[in-house]
């Protein structure tokens, strides 16, 4: 059994990475972070362009109609350059819901859209504080229209198109949760943008005021498909996570052996060491389980409950340790804004909320593998 990607998965890995090398150095994600844009508009065509925003879309919707393999190429390298576009939230969340529960019609409407760069998505699913659940959802449905407030929505204030969790009864079943499909310039909607630690991914709070909004999906599977919608995406963020992880343990092995201290490079202490083969540990974890993580996405196994929240785990613990011991490595200049060991620090803290925090998914981790062990 070949646990590694294919030769033409690599050569899409490496083509990415040299696009992004030219087209996304840390010069274009502080532009984005100094609120000069609310996201590259010019990195997001080029996107489009290469065909990266439809890489798991069918031909028939304008996609490239490749796979979810490839597209976990592409998120390792989307997190290794920081990439300050809406990726995740339009090519993880919306294009994937709408892939899973779509109609034909919301399909041939959106996603060529999305594949063509020309629509943004999002998935509209917090409300506040909290964990994913139905109890925490009180966003109501009533007769195709939506009332109620969603925040944090990731990417929410430039998004053209939300798939958005809505309560549409109150019996405190999970199947009084639906999904529906809203486009985000009708009206009744209202979009601000929220201040949060990384701006390059920006946040939103949405106010839907008597919404206009179409159901996907079948009513009363609205809340498992937002438990499978999590399921993949967490695999995707998780190669996200291992791209910065990587790329914050690299960051940090250039500095050591590049600074000198007492007549020596920093990286021959042992202290310095330890530092970065327990960031290396970590780093190499992580893309074990995110390895189980893309065969289980891209099979549809049952194993993915269990494998996305092992993926997400591990991913979001390497990138926070990689990202904080760099800034360790580096010593008092890691702390300045003119290194860019901040970049990465804030990417790891962002992501690591981004889908329910750790907390969540070990607690998800854990009851999925007590009731596979009872089945």
């Known amino acids: 059994m070949n646990f590694d990607f294919s030769d033409e998965q690599k050569q899409l890995r490496e083509q990415a990475r040299r696009f992004l090398a030219e087209k996304c150095p840390p010069k274009a994600v502080r532009e984005v972070l100094d609120g000069k844009a609310p996201y590259d508009r010019a990195l997001w065509q080029g996107f489009a362009e290469m065909g990266f925003l439809g890489v798991a879309i069918p031909e028939q919707y304008g996609g490239a109609g ?15 350059a920081l990439a300050p576009v809406p990726f995740s939230s339009t090519v993880y969340l919306a294009a994937e819901a709408l892939l899973m529960a ?9 996603l060529p859209r999305i594949a063509s760069g020309e629509a943004i998505g999002t998935l509209a699913l917090f409300e506040g504080r909290g964990q994913p659940s139905p109890a925490a959802i009180k966003l109501a449905a009533s007769d195709g229209r939506l009332s109620g407030v969603k925040l944090p929505v990731p990417d929410g204030a430039i998004a053209h198109v939300a798939i958005v969790a809505a309560r549409s009864a109150s019996t405190g079943r999970d199947s009084d949760i639906a999904l529906y499909l809203v486009d985000l310039s009708a009206d009744g909607i209202e979009a601000c943008e929220l201040a949060n630690l990384d701006p390059s991914r920006g946040q939103a709070e949405i106010r839907f005021n008597n919404a206009e909004a179409e159901p996907l999906g079948e009513a009363s599977e609205g809340w498992s498909l937002v438990t499978r919608l999590l399921d993949r995406a967490a695999v995707l963020i998780g190669f996200e996570q291992v791209g910065g992880a990587d790329r914050a343990l690299e960051m940090g092995r250039d500095y ?10 920093i990286g021959s202490f042992q202290a310095i060491k330890h530092m970065l083969a327990d960031m290396y540990v970590a780093a190499t974890l992580a893309r074990s389980n995110c390895y189980y993580g893309a065969w289980a996405l891209s099979t549809d196994a049952a194993e993915l409950p269990e494998a996305a929240a092992a993926a997400r785990i591990s991913a979001t613990q390497a990138f926070q340790h990689c990202a904080k011991n760099n800034i360790q490595v580096h010593g008092g200049m890691g702390f ?5 060991c ?11 909320l981004a889908l329910g925090s750790q907390s969540y998914w070990e607690d998800q981790l854990i009851e999925r593998m007590r009731q596979r062990n009872a089945a």
């Open 342 to 352: 901040h970049l990465y620090y804030r990417r790891a803290n962002a992501l690591a």
């Open 66 to 80: 490749a796979g979810q393999l490839e597209l976990c190429v592409l998120a390792e390298e989307v997190g290794r």
């Open 256 to 265: 050591a052996l590049d600074r000198i201290a007492f007549g020596r490079p």
């Open 336 to 340: 300045t804004w003119e290194f860019d």
């Open 102 to 110: 779509g109609s034909e019609a919301q399909k041939k409407k959106w």
